[in-house]
């Protein structure tokens, strides 16, 4: 299984950035998918996630400000960001569960500036 995130970089505080992930390798429309989060000397922490049923859950950090969605034509999953803040800057990592493992995309950064 394959992850590849894209769509970080710098913005300005209050704008927005939507991140993608493109899935390879599992039957995607199956898999639980989420986003997560490591900011400089912290944890790394879940932004958001969904089922394949499509239920989602947000950090309360970022409830009513971010999306998560999920294309599974286009096996890709996604983090609309709305009114970003500056301590929303970090490494944002997309995540799958298949057969019982995780797997990981690298990472793409996105770096709010005040």
């Known amino acids: 299984v394959q992850l590849q995130a894209s769509g970080g970089g710098l913005v300005q505080t209050g704008n927005s950035r939507r991140l993608s992930c493109k899935v390879s390798?599992?039957?995607?429309?199956?898999?639980?998918i989420a986003w997560y989060r490591q900011a400089p000397e912290k944890q790394r922490e879940l932004v958001a996630d969904?089922?394949?049923?499509?239920?989602?859950n947000y950090a309360d950090s970022v409830t009513g400000r971010f999306t998560i969605e999920r294309d599974n034509v286009r096996n890709t999953m996604y983090l609309q960001m709305n009114n970003l803040k500056p301590e929303d800057s970090a490494v944002y990592y997309c995540?799958?569960?298949?057969?019982?493992?995780?797997?990981w995309g690298r990472g793409t950064l996105v770096t709010v500036s005040s």
């Open positions: 995540n799958v569960r298949w057969r019982s493992r995780d797997f």
């Open positions: 969904m089922d394949s049923g499509g239920t989602r």
């Open positions: 390798g599992a039957v995607f429309r199956l898999t639980p």
